[in-house]
C-alpha cells in the first residue's frame, strides 16, 4: 500500500496478536479473497455503467471548475456561509471545516477566509441564535437537498429566504445558491423561476456518498479551503481501490476485515476513534454512511436478514476516559479502528520539568497522544479484543479527502459482500413517508392517516 496518503495496520484484529477467539486468521482472509472479488466486480460493473457515481467524483474536474468559478464572483463583502442541509448534505461539510478550518468555537480565520455555519436540524435552537447574530447583507446561503424537497431543509430554507427577503428585498436572490438534483424538485424549480444559481448532485451519487460534489466542494471553495488537495487524495485511493488483489487494496481490507470479525467473531459494533480533535466531526459523517449503507432488512435476493453493524463514533484520547472501561470489559462485540495522525500542523513540546513529571520532559503532545493510542491497542490485544488502525502522516486537505474515500469505498464494498445494496435507505424512506402524510403534504394522505392513527391509540402508557 505504499505511494497512498494512508497505512492500514490490521495486526492488532488477527489470531497472531489477539488470539483465536477475537482474531481472525491470515486462512480466513485467503478464503474471503473470492467474495472480495466479486463485490469488487459487481461494484465495477455497476461503475461502468453509470449507475454507481462516488468512485469517479474526484475526477470531477469540470465541477471543479465551475465552482471554482461561481465562488470567484462572490463579492468579498460576504464573509459568512450558512449551509442547509441534513444527513449526507450536512455531515461532510461540517467535517472538512471542522478538520481543515479549525475548532468553531473558537473562530479563528485567517484575513480574507470565510465563516462557515451548518444548519442542519428543524429544531430551531440553533437557527435562531444565528440568524439573530449574523448580517444578511454579509452572508450567502447555500441549501443543499438531492431530492430538493427534504422537509427539515426546504423548511429552514423557507426561514432564512424570508430573514434575507426581509432585509434586501429582491437582491435576497444574490444571496442564495442550491445544490439539487439537476431536473427535478422544489430547489430546482424555485433555482429556474428565480434566477437563483444551483449545482447538480449527480444522480448516480447518493447523498452520503456526496461529500467530493459539489455537495461539498462548493462550501469548501467558498471558505477557501483546499478542494483541489482533497480531490487529489481521494483520487489517489480510487486508484490504489480497483486493484483485485485483497492485500493491495487498502479499502478491500477495511471492508473484508469487518465483514469477516462481524461473521465469524460476532463483532457487530464498529467504533471510529481518531486521535485527532480535528476529526470528531467526521465520526459523525461514517457513523451515517457505515449505518445507512449497511443496516438492511432484505439482501439483493429479497431474503429477510436484518443485518448491520452498529457504528460508534468515539474520539481518543478523550473516550479513553469515557467509553473506554467499556471497550476493555463490556461485551466483546465490538472491532475499533483507531485513525493515527502522525505529525501536527502546530505541536508543544513540555518543558524540563524536576520530580516526579520529570518523564514528560522534552516530549511533545503528539508523542503523548501516540503512546496513548498504541497502550490502547495492546491493553485491548492482551484481552483478546481486536482493533486496526489507519495511519495518516498528516492531517491536511489531501489526506482528509484520501479518509473520505477509503471509507466510502469500503463500505460500498462491504455491502457487496455481504449481499445487501449498500445504496438504498428504504427504512429512512419509510419515515420521511409518514412525516409528509402527518404535515399534510399532497399525495401523502394515507401515510398521514397511518400515523394519526398509531398516534392517538390507547394513551395511558404514560409516566407523570
Not at 234 to 241: F, G, I, R, S, Y
Not at 432 to 458: C, N, V
Amino acid at each position: 500500500m505504499s505511494g497512498i496518503p494512508i497505512q492500514l495496520d490490521y495486526s492488532m484484529c488477527m489470531e497472531s496478536h489477539v488470539g483465536a477467539i477475537g482474531g481472525i486468521s491470515e486462512l480466513h482472509l485467503e478464503g474471503e479473497i473470492p467474495t472480495f472479488k466479486a463485490a469488487l466486480c459487481r461494484l465495477k460493473s455497476g461503475i461502468e455503467k453509470g449507475e454507481i457515481g462516488f468512485w469517479n467524483l474526484p475526477e470531477s474536474l469540470e465541477t471543479l471548475r465551475d465552482v471554482q468559478e461561481y465562488a470567484a464572483s462572490v463579492p468579498e463583502s460576504v464573509t459568512d456561509v450558512i449551509v442547509l442541509g441534513i444527513g449526507g448534505s450536512s455531515l461532510g461539510m461540517r467535517a472538512i471545516a471542522h478538520a481543515l478550518g479549525g475548532p468553531p468555537e473558537l473562530r479563528l480565520r485567517q484575513q480574507g477566509d470565510r465563516a462557515v455555519y451548518v444548519a442542519d436540524n428543524s429544531d430551531p435552537w440553533f437557527l435562531s441564535r444565528l440568524l439573530e447574530t449574523l448580517i444578511p447583507q454579509n452572508t450567502l446561503v447555500v441549501t443543499i437537498s438531492k431530492s430538493g424537497s427534504t422537509v427539515e431543509t426546504v423548511a429552514q430554507w423557507l426561514v432564512v429566504r424570508r430573514w434575507l427577503e426581509t432585509a434586501l428585498g429582491r437582491r435576497a436572490r444574490e444571496h442564495q445558491v442550491f445544490v439539487t438534483d439537476p431536473e427535478r424538485g422544489v430547489l430546482q424549480e424555485f433555482a429556474v423561476a428565480e434566477s437563483i444559481p444551483f449545482f447538480a448532485i449527480p444522480p448516480n451519487v447518493g447523498g452520503r456518498f456526496s461529500v467530493l460534489s459539489a455537495v461539498g466542494l462548493l462550501p469548501s471553495i467558498l471558505c477557501n479551503f483546499d478542494a483541489k488537495g482533497m480531490m487529489q487524495g481521494a483520487k489517489e485511493l480510487a486508484d490504489a481501490c480497483r486493484t483485485e488483489e485483497l492485500s493491495q487494496n487498502p479499502a478491500g481490507m477495511l471492508a473484508a476485515l469487518h465483514v469477516l470479525h462481524q461473521r465469524l467473531r460476532g463483532h457487530n459494533q464498529h467504533v471510529l476513534m481518531p486521535y485527532a480533535d480535528a476529526l470528531r466531526p467526521f465520526g459523525d459523517w461514517w457513523v451515517q454512511l457505515w449505518a445507512e449503507s449497511l443496516g438492511k432488512r432484505l439482501d439483493r435476493r429479497g431474503r429477510w436478514i436484518e443485518c448491520g453493524p452498529t457504528p460508534i463514533s468515539a474520539i481518543g484520547a478523550t473516550d479513553q476516559h469515557a467509553q473506554g472501561q467499556l471497550f476493555m470489559e463490556g461485551p466483546r462485540n465490538k472491532l475499533i479502528t483507531f485513525i493515527e495522525i502522525s505529525s501536527a500542523e502546530k505541536d508543544f513540546t513540555l518543558p524540563k520539568t524536576a520530580g516526579p513529571l520529570s518523564y514528560l520532559s522534552g516530549t511533545s503532545l503528539t508523542e503523548i497522544l501516540k503512546a496513548e493510542l498504541q497502550g490502547s491497542a495492546v491493553a485491548l490485544a492482551n484481552d483478546g479484543r481486536p482493533s486496526l488502525t489507519l495511519r495518516v502522516a498528516r492531517l491536511d486537505a489531501r489526506h482528509l479527502g484520501a479518509l473520505f474515500f477509503i471509507f466510502e469505498a469500503a463500505t460500498a464494498i462491504a455491502g457487496e459482500m455481504m449481499g445487501i445494496d449498500p445504496f438504498n435507505q428504504p427504512g429512512v424512506e419509510a419515515g420521511k413517508r409518514l412525516t409528509a402524510g402527518l404535515l399534510g403534504r399532497p399525495g401523502y394522505e394515507e401515510e398521514g392517516q397511518t400515523a394519526r392513527r398509531a398516534m392517538d391509540g390507547d394513551q395511558r402508557h404514560y409516566a407523570l
